[in-house]
Structure formats: structure tokens, C-alpha cells
């Protein structure tokens, strides 16, 4: 586990933050899920209430992935990408999405791929457990739908955070729906 380690400037620890959420918001959800994303991610303190440096940590899929992860480098933060497989964003995703993927991407100070021999879901169950392995922290932009408990979906990666004990802030502001 890789949790509260030494920032990059040697300035103290760094918050590690993980995000898990709908691939499906409409661009109005998009647009006030940012907004909450920023002013919980700028509001992130240590216990002496300093704000920490930030390392997200994600799987940089369309929708809730792809927000926080223009959020938190806008905020100055460090995006690390755990990908489900290796050609992850060629095989799944249209062409707006591979752009947004792609530059994202590039952006990354790191980018990783688990050693998963299996498809879908298995590959996103061990891309999502290195994820949680690698936070202090999970914010999940989701409507707190738990009837949808597919494997390596929002709703089983918050669960299984919450077994493992990592704190979970959910996002799902006012009007938010999905598309």
C-alpha cells in the first residue's frame, strides 16, 4: 500500500485520492459534478488543517474519471492512471472520449496496466483493487444506486473501499441525473 507518502517538493505528505463514478453524466451533470469536485478537492486538509498535495489516482474512464482528473490537474495536483488493460482506450471508447482519454493520458506523471489475463469485468475488478490500494481517500460521483452491484462497477468499488476502511466522500450534487 502506498498511502500519505512524501510529496514531490519534500513539502509533507501527500493526500492520494481515488475516484470511482457513472461513465454516463449528461454534460449539465458534468458541469456541477466539476464544480463540487473543485471545492471538495481545494477544501482537502491534513489534520493541522494544511492543505496537502494531491496525487489522483484513476482509471481514467469517460464520465466521473475523466472530470476529476481535469479538476485535480487544474488544481495543481498529480494524476497517476491504473488503465484496465493495455489498449483500454483504442478498444472502449468513441472518438470525443479517446480525445479526452488521450490527452489526459499524456498528462499523467505515471500510468499503469495490472497484469489481468482476463476480460471485462475482471480486468476492471484488478485495475479498480490497485486503485484502492494506492489511496488514503475515494470520491465517488454517484447516485448511490446499490442495485446495480455489477463487479467492478461504482457502486462495488465503494463497497469494497468501505470493507477495506478507506474513507468514501460521494459526490452526487442537486439535479444531477444521468444520461
Known amino acids: 500500500m502506498v498511502h500519505g507518502g512524501a510529496s514531490a517538493d519534500g513539502a509533507g505528505p501527500e493526500m492520494r485520492i481515488g475516484v470511482t463514478g457513472h461513465i454516463n453524466l449528461s454534460p449539465e451533470t458534468a458541469r456541477l459534478v466539476a464544480s463540487e469536485l473543485r471545492a471538495h478537492l481545494s477544501g482537502m486538509r491534513d489534520g493541522n488543517g494544511i492543505a496537502r498535495a494531491m496525487v489522483g489516482v484513476s482509471c481514467l474512464a469517460p464520465g466521473a474519471d475523466s472530470v476529476f482528473a481535469e479538476v ?25 472520449d479517446a480525445a479526452t482519454f488521450e490527452d489526459l493520458l499524456r498528462r ?49 468499488v465503494v463497497q ?4 477495506r476502511d478507506i474513507p468514501v466522500t460521494v459526490i452526487w450534487p442537486e439535479g444531477a441525473r444521468r444520461s
Open 72 to 96: 485535480l490537474l487544474s488544481l495543481g495536483g498529480r494524476l497517476e492512471v491504473i488503465l484496465p488493460r493495455a489498449d483500454y482506450g483504442r478498444a472502449r471508447l468513441g472518438p470525443a
Open 108 to 156: 499523467a506523471s505515471l500510468v499503469r496496466v495490472p497484469e489481468c489475463e482476463h476480460a471485462e469485468p475482471a480486468a476492471y475488478i484488478a485495475a479498480n483493487n490497485q486503485m484502492l490500494d494506492a489511496i488514503d481517500h475515494l470520491v465517488a460521483v454517484w447516485d448511490g444506486d446499490h442495485q446495480a452491484l455489477l463487479p467492478g462497477g461504482t457502486a462495488h
Open 160 to 163: 469494497t473501499a468501505l470493507s
